[in-house]
C-alpha cells in the first residue's frame, strides 16, 4: 500500500462507447437474469449515449464489433488518466482481441502503456479517486497486471492501493465513487481497511447492484430500481439521473462499463 494522494480532481469532457452487437447475448454472463433482448438493449444504450451528452461530454461512438460480443463494455480494455491511457489485457480469453480495436482510437488522444502478459488487467477493476487507483485483484486481473499498472501510474506521481474482490466480477461492481470524498459501496466493503479515509454510503445487500452508479461531473448516474440507494445518495444534494439498464445487467454489466470517461 502507498501514501494516499486525494489531490487531483477529475473533470470528464469526453466519453468513448461502443454500440452493442446484434450478438451481445453471447457475451459472457453469470447472471440469472432471462434472455436479453437486442432492441431493448439498443434503446436502452442509445438513453446512456444521449445522458452524457446532455451532462456536456463529447461523445465518440464506435460501431458494434461482433466478433467480440462483450466489446460494448468498453471500460474494460483501457484506463485513462490526464495524461497518458494505459490499455489492458483483459483476463477473459474471448474479450483479449478488444484492445486491438480501442488502441487506434485512444492514439488519437493519449500516449499509451499497455499491460503484458502474464498480466492481465480489465478496467473495471480500477478506480480512480483524485490522484489516487484503488485496483482489484480479481478473477479477471491478476497481480502482475496489479504491479504492473501500478508502476505505470506511479510514474505519473498517483498512488495505489490493491484490493482484493472477493465476490462480484471487478471492484467496481461493488464500489464507486459519488462525490469528491464519498464512496458508494456494498456491505462487503463497509470496513474494508483500503476505504478508511473517505465518506461512504453503504447500500443493502438487496440494493447492492446500484454500487455500480456513475459520477459525472457532479451529476450520479444510477441504474433505476433501488429505491432506497436512491434516498441515501440523495443526501448528498447532487443532481441523479435513474437509467433503466435491465439488459445490461443480464450479461453481468453495469453502468461504468459502458463508457470510456476522460
Ligand atoms: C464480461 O463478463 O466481461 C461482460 N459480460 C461484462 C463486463 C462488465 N464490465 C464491467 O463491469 N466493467
Redesign the pocket.
Given at each position: 500500500m502507498y501514501g494516499i494522494n486525494k489531490e487531483k480532481k477529475i473533470i470528464y469532457t469526453h466519453a468513448i462507447v461502443r454500440l452493442p452487437g446484434y450478438n451481445f447475448s453471447q457475451?459472457?454472463?453469470?447472471a440469472d437474469l432471462g434472455i436479453p433482448d437486442y432492441d431493448l438493449i439498443t434503446q436502452q444504450h442509445k438513453e446512456y449515449t444521449n445522458t452524457l451528452v446532455k451532462l456536456g461530454l463529447k461523445v465518440i461512438q464506435l460501431e458494434a464489433l461482433e466478433v467480440y460480443?462483450?466489446a460494448y463494455?468498453v471500460?474494460?480494455t483501457a484506463v485513462i488518466t490526464q495524461q497518458m491511457a494505459v490499455i489492458t489485457n483483459?483476463g477473459?480469453e474471448?474479450?483479449k482481441g478488444e484492445i486491438q480495436h480501442i488502441e487506434p482510437v485512444l492514439t488519437k488522444y493519449r500516449q499509451l502503456h499497455r499491460i503484458k502478459p502474464p498480466g492481465t488487467l480489465?478496467?473495471?477493476?480500477v478506480l480512480q479517486v483524485g490522484g489516487h487507483f484503488f485496483i482489484g485483484l480479481s478473477k479477471?486481473t491478476n497481480r502482475q497486471g496489479v504491479e504492473q499498472f501500478g508502476r505505470i501510474i506511479e510514474t505519473y506521481g498517483y498512488t495505489w492501493t490493491a484490493v482484493e474482490v472477493v465476490n462480484g466480477?471487478?471492484l467496481?461492481?461493488d464500489v464507486n465513487l459519488a462525490d469528491r470524498d464519498t464512496l458508494m459501496v456494498t456491505e462487503l466493503y463497509a470496513k474494508y481497511p483500503a476505504f478508511n479515509d473517505y465518506q461512504k454510503i453503504i447500500l443493502a445487500e438487496d440494493e447492492s447492484r446500484a454500487a455500480?452508479s456513475l459520477s459525472i461531473n457532479g451529476t450520479i448516474l444510477m441504474p433505476s430500481g433501488f429505491t432506497s440507494a436512491k434516498k441515501k445518495l440523495e443526501n448528498l444534494s447532487l443532481p441523479i439521473i435513474e437509467l433503466d439498464i435491465s439488459e445490461v445487467r443480464k450479461?453481468?454489466?453495469?453502468l461504468?462499463?459502458l463508457s470510456l470517461r476522460f
Open positions: 457475451g459472457i454472463t453469470e460480443p462483450d463494455f471500460e474494460d483483459p477473459a474471448s474479450r480489465e478496467g473495471g477493476d479477471r466480477l471487478h467496481k461492481s455500480n450479461m453481468d454489466g453495469g461504468t462499463c
